[in-house]
């Protein structure tokens, strides 16, 4: 396995990725850094505007014009301190082949695909057909059973997100085709898969009869000789939409026993 990279907690995060057995590494990422000087650096100069303006009032005579200056200040002083201390421990995301190690608040989690519900709420900004921005973010299962977010506090999205899409589905994959190979009804949200069909409640339809179009967050399943579409959804209503998508291939290609 490789080492993991820049981290105050390196030696934790390599030993949780190799007691979950996570597999190779993929990269590291620090979280908020960016951000947090810019409002260091904000907060310091309205910080000096204030204080500046709330002395020359005092040493004026102007007591009211001082508290007036005074009031932002401090609010500012104080926003300052807390954006310091969370600059100070703005987390790390450390991704490898099997999941993920995060370490927030001086704790690290870890999470496994294999065995995490994995949200997809990415969003994409488009413009006339084309896509101007992808902010990857994703709430993840980690291995005590507790709920986690990753997004836009970790720079390296367009990096890390498709590493996200693709490493869960293949860590799931396997699993998922076994126990529909044992004739199991797998559910995603509104939606489920069996060997031979795709529905949503009641509804279904054969997999060699059905299209999907996904586009822009919703999901679309239509059915040959059928008015309308057979089933609507939304990715990020979709739990592990990544391996929802990669079983669709497998089974409308009817590549499930291969």
């Known amino acids: 396995m490789a080492q993991a990279s820049a981290g105050t907690f390196g030696g934790q995060v390599q030993e949780a990725a190799q007691r979950a057995r996570l597999g190779a590494y993929r990269g590291g990422y620090q979280g908020g850094a960016g951000g947090i000087r810019v409002r260091l650096w904000l907060g310091t100069v309205l910080c000096a505007l204030f204080g500046v303006a709330a002395l020359a009032a005092l040493v004026s005579g102007y007591p009211e014009l001082a508290v007036a200056a005074g009031i932002p200040f401090l609010v500012f002083a104080v926003r300052m301190a807390l954006s310091w201390r969370v600059g100070t421990n703005a987390g790390e995301l450390h991704l490898y082949e099997g999941g993920v190690v995060v370490v927030h608040k001086d704790r690290v989690r870890t999470v496994r695909y294999a065995d995490s519900t994995v949200l997809d709420n990415t969003k994409r900004e488009t413009q006339y057909g084309s896509t101007l921005a992808t902010v990857y973010s994703f709430g993840l299962t980690d291995t005590e059973g507790r709920n986690l977010v990753i997004g836009s506090a970790y720079p390296g999205g367009e990096v890390w997100g ?17 126990r529909l190979r044992a004739g199991e009804k797998i559910e995603f949200g509104l939606l489920w898969v069996t060997a031979g069909e795709i529905g949503t409640g009641k509804n279904s339809a054969p997999w060699q009869q059905v299209e999907i179009d996904i586009k822009d967050g919703s999901i679309t399943v239509r059915a040959a000789g059928r008015r309308g579409s057979l089933a609507n959804s939304w990715v990020r209503l979709t739990p592990n939409f990544s391996l929802f998508h990669a079983l669709t291939d497998v089974l409308r290609q009817g590549r499930l026993n291969a």
């Open 162 to 178: 498709p590493w996200v899409q693709q490493d869960s589905a293949a860590a799931q994959l396997p699993g998922a085709l076994a």
